[in-house]
């Protein structure tokens, strides 16, 4: 049984920072691309951040380029989302989603999410 | 960035009816378009891709059509399980983009 569960989420204040895992099982993490995708608190999903399979090609919003590192470690089974200089706009429930690798890659599997909340 | 507009934002409907909603893209996507189950509290959850394809495990009461501009999604009888809400979500240009959703609610 595919398996992602997200941890790391918490407050954090304005210009923080803070590192979020995802922790995958029940199928081979090294195949595939992996997404983050957060939602604000009562609004609708936007995609942040992917990585391929090997680590070595990454992609982000503009609302998080150089702020936001994405990175993953295949021997673990973990996806990282680094976050530095945190906005109150940042806050929301961060997701992990695993790329399928079917036609139009939908994202076919997401973990529970974890909730990011920074404030003062 | 494509955008993806969906309509209508909310629907009531009752168990057993039928139920159709609507996205359109900014620009042509081929068929490279997904729709997502969320309930509250929960992740998302991959009910179609490539526009029509059904997502496995998933109640063949869903069905999805559409391409290049124009996608539907359609409930062809509701049950109590399925008041959620609704993304359709485009894959064709980076970055993906997502819907702003439908929510759907009991009559």
């Known amino acids: 049984e595919v398996q992602l569960v997200e941890s790391g989420g918490g407050l954090v204040q304005p210009g923080g920072s803070l590192r979020l895992s995802c922790a995958a099982s029940?199928?081979?993490?090294?195949?595939?691309?992996m997404h983050w995708v957060r939602q604000a608190p009562g609004k609708g999903l936007v995609w942040v951040s992917r990585i391929n399979s090997d680590g070595s090609s990454t992609s982000y919003a503009d609302s998080v380029k150089g702020r936001f590192t994405i990175s993953r470690d295949n021997a673990k089974n973990t996806l990282y989302l680094q976050m530095n200089s945190l906005r109150a706009e940042d806050t929301a429930v961060y997701y992990c989603?695993?790329?399928?690798?079917?036609?139009?890659?939908?994202?076919?599997?997401w973990g529970q999410g974890t909730l990011v909340t920074v404030s003062s | 960035d494509i955008q993806m507009t969906q309509s209508p934002s909310s629907v009531s409907a009752s168990v057993g009816d039928r139920v159709t909603i609507t996205c359109r893209a900014s620009q042509g996507i081929s068929s490279w378009l997904a729709w997502y189950q969320q309930k509250p509290g929960k992740a998302p959850k991959l009910l179609i891709y490539?526009?029509?394809s059904l997502q496995s495990g998933v109640p063949s009461r869903f069905s999805g059509s559409g391409s290049g501009t124009d996608f539907t999604l359609t409930i062809s009888s509701l049950q109590p399980e399925d008041f959620a809400t609704y993304y359709c979500q485009q894959a064709n240009s980076f970055p993906p983009t997502f819907g702003q959703g439908t929510k759907l609610e009991i009559k």
């Open positions: 989603a695993r790329e399928g690798s079917v036609v139009a890659q939908p994202l076919d599997y």
């Open positions: 490539a526009a029509s």
């Open positions: 029940g199928f081979t993490f090294s195949s595939y691309w």
